[in-house]
């Protein structure tokens, strides 16, 4: 297995482009399920999980073209086989998309159970409630969803929790319902928005996406379209904390703060200086961070896909900092691996209270998940010596070229197999 070797001490510095999002365009690609006609996609990432959901609907009957670097076209013309079988779904959760789709186009849907991840027990039962009040039969057996519905109706779904991929997968079984469908207590997400700005472009009838009330009215039939997929502003947040860790400056291209004021507003309070022009964010670190606070929760508030490089940044920040997890029940892993960096952290229940040290020193390192493997980058960033990363399967999942990008950045980073 890969590992990623990283010696520590260089303030990164320079520019790199950000990606497409991960996260809108796994959902994205699911939309692709809802028309015979093509769907032309730009800025899709090059990540283990894009290319894991292009095999999953390739095996479905649609055929994937790729179209030079970052763009490609889907054709479901050919969608036959409304099955998402355990051996793929149990390598990338959000294989769950594909069930709303599914239903919608072909009236029925056989979907393995997503299981358990690292950082959580990860149930599908929002998913699941909001599909039977549209009048899907669902069974759950073998550890597959079974699933059936000539046609969706449309109807009004109370979500229990703030659920993402649970209102994508509501979202796009409503375009095609019959009737108009109503999600309360939707996720407002920006990658939401971006799926829902997709669906618009195919031809569905969608308002309030981006608020926690989304309107669907369901119409017959969806046609081909073209869409680019949003930056990525999670990877953006990890290289700004990257960079806000060791002391540099950097600008990234292809992004916008748009999407992470919650994330900048923590930077400057932790002493960074951040510009943003329309289409690139440049910071600034301070010689040593002071440390923040953070408490995650749905957008747009602070989100957990940043909670694990926070905790890295305030590991070597002054001062102490609590950090709590709301959303996922098992998200600290990463901070057993940076105790064994030299980081001083407490966990309790879902609150970890970190008092930064002076320094970190390189240790060999387990990553965990794709966050927290992000959280020991940059931890190995900053530490003295070298730190050895094991188990980076899990980066390459949601961080393209990652040690392109860092060299680029002047770190002393490399993969080693
Ligand atoms: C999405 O996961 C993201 N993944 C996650 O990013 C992200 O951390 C998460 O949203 C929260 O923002 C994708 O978009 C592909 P949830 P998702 O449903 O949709 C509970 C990454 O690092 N819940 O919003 O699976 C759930 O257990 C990944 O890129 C139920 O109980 O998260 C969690 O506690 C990690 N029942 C909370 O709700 C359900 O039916 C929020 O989960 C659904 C969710």
């Known amino acids: 297995m890969d590992k990623l070797l990283i010696r520590g001490g260089t303030p990164l510095t320079g520019e790199i482009g950000i990606s497409g999002a991960k996260n809108a365009a796994l959902p994205i690609i699911c939309a692709g399920l809802l028309s015979p006609e093509s769907l032309y996609l730009k800025n899709v990432p090059h990540l283990n999980d894009i290319s894991t959901m292009l095999r ?8 994937v073209t790729m179209e030079g670097n970052e763009g490609l076209t889907l054709d479901s013309r050919g969608l036959n086989n409304p099955l998402a079988p355990y051996e793929m779904v149990k390598t990338m959760r959000a294989s769950i998309l594909v069930l709303g789709p ?7 849907a056989k979907v393995s ?39 969706l109706k449309g109807a009004r779904i109370l979500t229990d929790m703030v659920t993402v991929t649970g209102t994508e997968n509501l979202m796009m079984a409503a375009v095609l319902a019959d009737g108009e469908t109503v999600i309360e207590n939707a996720a407002r997400e920006p990658e939401v928005v971006d799926l829902a700005n997709c669906l618009s472009a195919m031809g569905a009838r969608i308002s309030g996406a981006g608020t926690d009330r989304i309107v669907i009215e369901g119409v017959t039939a969806l046609h081909g379209a073209s869409h680019s997929v949003m930056p990525d502003r999670i990877e953006t947040g990890t290289y ?7 002391g540099g400056s950097v600008r990234l291209t292809n992004t916008s703060v748009a999407f992470l004021e919650s994330v900048v507003e ?26 923040v606070g953070v408490r995650t929760s749905p957008y747009p508030a602070f989100p957990t896909d940043m909670q694990a490089q926070f905790m890295a ?7 102490a900092a609590v950090i709590r997890e709301t959303i996922f029940e098992n998200r600290f892993m990463h901070a057993v691996e940076l105790i064994r960096l030299g980081a001083d952290i407490k966990i309790d ?10 320094h970190l020193d390189g240790a060999t390192v387990m990553a965990t998940d794709l966050r927290a ?30 040690e392109e990008k860092l060299a680029r950045l002047g770190a002393a980073v490399r993969r080693v197999r």
Do not use: F, W
């Open 349 to 358: 229940g879902n609150t970890a209270l970190v008092t930064g040290v002076e």
């Open 113 to 151: 159970l997503p299981g358990g991840c690292a950082i959580g027990a990860r149930p599908v039962d929002q998913h699941i409630k909001g599909l039977q009040a549209m009048g899907a039969e669902i069974r759950v057996e073998g550890g597959y969803v079974l699933a059936k519905a000539k046609r």
């Open 56 to 63: 999953l609907i390739g095996q479905m009957g649609v055929e």
């Open 373 to 402: 493997s992000a959280s020991l980058v940059i931890a190995g960033l900053v530490a003295q010596g070298e730190t050895l990363i094991e188990r980076i399967y899990h980066l390459d999942r949601g961080y393209e070229r990652i």
């Open 240 to 246: 700004l904390c990257a960079a806000a860790a060791t």
């Open 102 to 108: 599914l239903l919608a186009r072909c009236g029925e």
């Open 313 to 319: 940044i305030n590991c070597v920040a002054e001062g």
């Open 266 to 291: 923590k930077l400057r309070e932790a002493g960074c200086e951040v510009v943003s022009d329309q289409d690139a964010i440049s910071l600034n670190a301070p010689g040593r961070l002071k440390s």
